[in-house]
């Protein structure tokens, strides 16, 4: 049924508003971050005992030398060979997108010379056919789609990395850089975004990317360092009505679900999950005024769960052997 569903899914003529949709209901999505080739793989085992319908890489999917195509290639080619990840390919569709290690160059962004040949890198890594619409564009971005009606779902893989503006070192020790009033994504990848989302019918919304979108004391990248890029993010949200919209968000090398109301009675979650081979486990605690799951630093990876008989969803976060850490269930409203 799995592979009946995936070969379906890329054969769909592309005439809905987002570049890819299938008929079929998804019931598990699985997601993480920051994976080193060179470290013990031993997650991935439990990753593919998981029964998945979909994995989504969130970025750092392996982590390349000197800006270096050639290191980028060999270590994409090196996680395919994994057995592990090979069995998960079998039985679930890949998705993805990059944060810095993978886009080619630490915290990088527009300036960095080798983009698009290491767009295309990782576009041949998730096996995306030639007549997917994301080759069509600059930058990684792209949108699926799962279900019908009552049990529609779309998933929004967003770009950081392609279109973000230099940062300025910030003197402060409690930071790395100043606020930026840039736009983060570009102004194509926003244009796209608003037409998904003023056409989209969907009964949940996942958006994927690379930086943490919610937690905002942390010295690190985050959207907050994009302080008017994250209003225009919840400003879209609550203009189009987005339903159940949860944020998937790697690079901290930690586990954390966070909450924000950002209307009335309308939630956004951001649920981090980072550390697929190595961990902050040195970390004891971190502000994070928004969360609402305790701060996980060992290895991990996520899952989203729908149970559409009872009408809710599930936030998973898994220890390394697949034991469930922490989980919130979301009713579907």
Known sequence: ?????????????????????????????????????????????????????????????????????????????????????????????????????????????????????????????????????????????????FGEKTEKV????????????????????KQRYMKNNGSLLGEAQWSWLEKELARNDAIVNLFAGGIQLLSSEHPYEKWSNFPNAQQRFFDLLIRYQIK???????????AEVSAKEIAPDYKLYDITSSGLTHSYDSLEEEH?????????THLNFGTVRWDWDKRIFTLQIHDEGGKIQFQKNIPIQ
Not at 244 to 254: E, Q, T, W
């Open 1 to 145: 049924m799995k592979k009946i569903f995936w070969i379906l899914f890329f054969s769909i003529h592309f005439t809905w508003s987002q570049d890819v949709q299938s008929p079929d209901t998804i019931q598990i999505l699985g997601f993480g971050s920051c994976n080193r080739t060179d470290l013990d793989p031993k997650i991935w085992d439990a990753i593919a005992q998981q029964n998945m319908d979909a994995w989504v890489w969130l970025g750092d999917i392996v982590y390349t030398e000197e800006e270096s195509m050639e290191d980028l290639a060999s270590k994409y080619a090196l996680q395919k060979s994994l057995p592990a990840y090979k069995k998960l390919q079998t039985e679930a569709a890949i998705f993805g997108v990059w944060d810095d290690h993978d886009f080619g160059t630490n915290d990088g962004g527009a300036q960095f010379e080798k983009k698009q040949q290491s767009r295309d890198l990782l576009f041949d890594f998730l096996k995306l056919p030639s007549s997917h619409p994301a080759r069509t564009r600059s930058g990684a971005y792209q949108s699926y789609c």
């Open 244 to 254: 159940n919209p949860v944020y998937l968000s790697g690079d901290r090398h930690i």
């Open 288 to 296: 994070n005024p928004f969360r609402v799951s305790p701060l996980i």
């Open 154 to 173: 779309c998933l929004y893989l967003l770009d950081v990395r392609y279109f973000k503006e230099e940062y300025e070192v910030d003197p402060s020790p």
